[in-house]
């Protein structure tokens, strides 16, 4: 079946600019998560959901980032007013179930970059 | 310090080798334990996981946790070039979502 897809693949924007990115998990799919993955590193937690309820935004780095689910289905990350420092690959994972002893299935990513 | 540590390498090996790759985390709280194969330019895919101590065999992927030292272990056997790949280490806690990533292991197998 299809996996988790994300949208667009690749965002160039100019600093300053808003940008949002799109995630649409594998189909019922409860769990949605973003994750920021710089070059030569780990994924980094930014916040997830269970269906659309917010449970975790500890890992977004200030109020310029958030996210929703409205639907529980797609989710979209947003950044305003975007800085250079913003640039990186941005990853959204799906799980069939709640809690973190369940797989997370990752989808390709949206590389930001921002000039 | 980080809660997972993972040495970046690059490692490269012979085709048929086998293959040690590692991890060593500080919160002691970790229950559950994921290996993730990442092939250039695609996200990461679930290769194993364990719940606490012990060891899970798959093939030719053996992965190992030791809670006790905070230090878990894949193993491959037989390696092949279509094993070259990034491999990083997820662990997460008994509650919450949140996977805590290692930075990945380079690996290529040479033909």
């Known amino acids: 079946g299809a996996g988790v897809s994300q949208s667009p693949r690749y965002k160039v924007t100019k600093r300053g600019q808003d940008v949002a990115l799109r995630c649409d998990p594998i189909s019922g799919h409860v769990s949605l998560y973003w994750y920021r993955q710089a070059l030569g590193q780990g994924p980094e937690f930014l916040t997830y959901f269970n269906y659309e309820a917010q449970q975790d935004k500890s890992g977004l780095p200030n109020d310029r980032f958030s996210a929703e689910r409205p639907e529980g289905s797609i989710s979209t990350l947003t950044i305003q007013r975007t800085e250079q420092r913003d640039s990186a690959m941005y990853r959204c994972?799906?799980?069939?179930?709640?809690?973190?002893?369940?797989?997370?299935?990752f989808g390709p990513g949206t590389r930001l970059t921002v000039l | 310090q980080k809660e997972v540590e993972q040495d970046p390498g690059p490692l490269s090996v012979p085709e048929g080798a086998i293959v040690s790759l590692n991890c060593t985390y500080s919160n002691s709280a970790f229950q559950y334990f994921m290996w993730y194969r990442q092939y250039s330019r695609k996200g990461p895919e679930l290769l194993m996981y364990t719940y606490s101590s012990g060891n899970k065999e798959d093939g030719r992927f053996t992965a190992q946790v030791d809670k006790s030292s905070k230090y878990i272990s894949l193993f491959i056997r037989d390696s092949q070039p279509s094993d070259s790949a990034t491999y990083l280490c997820?662990?997460?806690?008994?509650?919450?979502?949140?996977?805590?990533f290692g930075t990945g292991t380079s690996l290529t197998v040479i033909p």
């Open positions: 994972a799906s799980s069939p179930l709640a809690g973190g002893r369940h797989t997370q299935y």
């Open positions: 997820a662990m997460s806690l008994n509650t919450g979502n949140q996977f805590y």
